[in-house]
């Protein structure tokens, strides 16, 4: 099992501490029943994440993540998911919450798509809000 952290072109923040963070990523996917085989957290500047919206989405239009699943096997997760740290900034300011906070719930919201999540109905979404919680719950009670 590998959870890698790639940066390209960013810096990696102050408090990033990733064995503290595979732990909790490992608990998110094992919570949900899930075993995390290989997953690539890829951090990039927004202009990157824009193109590769538009390459493969075809959404020319800014996010904060892009989450691909490359998995083969039912209940193994393997996965790029991409993470603009500008979008995950200004996304912190416009909510009046901690760049940390927001940064969590982004890397959990990636991996709870992977579980199965979604978020494109006002239902699906009220329900990824609640699993995004749960999973920065877990990161406070570590």
Not at 20 to 36: D, N, P, Q, Y
Not at 46 to 67: G, M, P, R, S, W
Not at 95 to 113: D, P, Q
């Amino acid at each position: 099992m590998a959870i890698s952290f790639h940066f390209q072109e960013v810096q990696k923040p102050a408090f990033f501490k990733a064995l503290t963070l595979r732990t909790w990523l490992k608990s998110i996917a094992k919570k949900e029943g899930f075993l995390l085989q290989d997953v690539n957290y890829i951090f990039v500047e927004e202009e990157a994440l824009l193109e590769i919206n538009i390459k493969y989405l075809q959404h020319d239009t800014y996010t904060d993540i892009i989450t691909f699943d490359n998995s083969d096997t039912k209940g193994k997760i393997e996965s790029d998911i991409y993470i603009s740290i500008e979008r995950v900034e200004a996304n912190a300011q416009k909510y009046n919450i901690t760049f940390e906070n927001e940064l969590l719930r982004v890397l959990a919201h990636g991996l709870l798509h992977l579980c199965g999540y979604k978020d494109k109905s006002k239902k699906e979404a009220a329900e990824m809000r609640q699993k995004e919680e749960e999973c920065l719950k877990l990161w406070a009670n570590r």
